[in-house]
């Protein structure tokens, strides 16, 4: 199985081993944390600048989402997809 099958699966909630995933990245812990709060934050001004919600709503929806969790996990490799993808799955 390919990375990218691994965070699609775990993406959309599915239980999947990382392994494979996790063998063809090679990311440190802080380039994982710099990335993940960059996404986190384009996902927030999207929420806030094109779809009009106010801020404190927009971040509690990406927050309190299931993808975020699985964003907090470097093996799924969300962290490497756009913003605007990952947001497809918290609408």
């Not at 959309?12 to 812990?29: I, L």
């Not at 993940?36 to 971040?59: F, H, R, S, Y």
Request: with cysteine; aromatic share 12%; proline share 2%.
């Amino acid at each position: 199985m390919t990375w990218w099958r691994v965070w699609l699966h775990t993406a959309v909630g599915k239980e999947v081993s990382c392994d494979e995933a996790h063998k063809g990245m090679n990311v440190s812990e802080k380039d994982f944390l710099y990335l993940k709060e960059q996404v986190t934050a384009k996902m927030i001004a999207i929420l806030t600048e094109e779809q009009g919600l106010p801020l404190e709503q927009a971040i509690d929806k990406v927050y309190s989402s299931e993808l975020f969790q699985k964003l907090g996990n470097a093996e799924t490799g969300l962290f490497f997809q756009s913003p605007r993808y990952l947001l497809s799955y918290i609408q």
